[in-house]
Nanobody, 128 residues
Framework: QVQLVESGGGLVQAGGSLRLSCAAS????????MGWFRQTPGKEREFVAS???????YYADSVKGRFTISRDNGKNTVYLQMNSLEPEDTGVYYC??????????????????????WGQGTQVTVSS
């Protein structure tokens, strides 16, 4: 299991932007698809975006066109650029690694229950 540390969250007004980072401790990071999930109190954890080992991407409909996922394999880091933030984007954001090596973004498992371990996450709060 890859140890992941999320950062970059904060408080922002609606319409603003944030860039989240997820640093991995495992040197095999580049072999895995990576994804972002988020959870708001009172709501189920939901998939946000994924990026394959080769850089292809997939987004939840709710964030498509506003969020961009990317990765820097040299830094073992995945990013989530969030623009045009809305109050509905508020939540704790988590990153997770795919379940197999050389996974693609589309085939990334988007079920939160598929993952046994979650990190601390980073809090994103969007005010109206």
């Amino acid at each position: 299991q890859v140890q992941l540390v999320e950062s970059g969250g904060g408080l922002v007004q609606a319409g603003g932007s944030l860039r989240l980072s997820c640093a991995a401790s495992d040197r095999t990071f580049s072999h895995y698809a990576m994804g972002w999930f988020r959870q708001t109190p009172g709501k189920e954890r939901e998939f946000v975006a994924s990026i394959g080992w080769n850089g292809n991407t997939y987004y939840a409909d709710s964030v498509k066109g506003r969020f961009t996922i990317s990765r820097d394999n040299g830094k073992n880091t995945v990013y989530l650029q969030m623009n045009s933030l809305e109050p509905e984007d508020t939540g704790v954001y988590y990153c997770v690694g795919g379940r197999t090596w050389y996974g693609g973004a589309y085939n990334f498992d988007r079920r939160p229950g598929a993952y046994d371990t979650w990190g601390q996450g980073t809090q994103v709060t969007v005010s109206s």
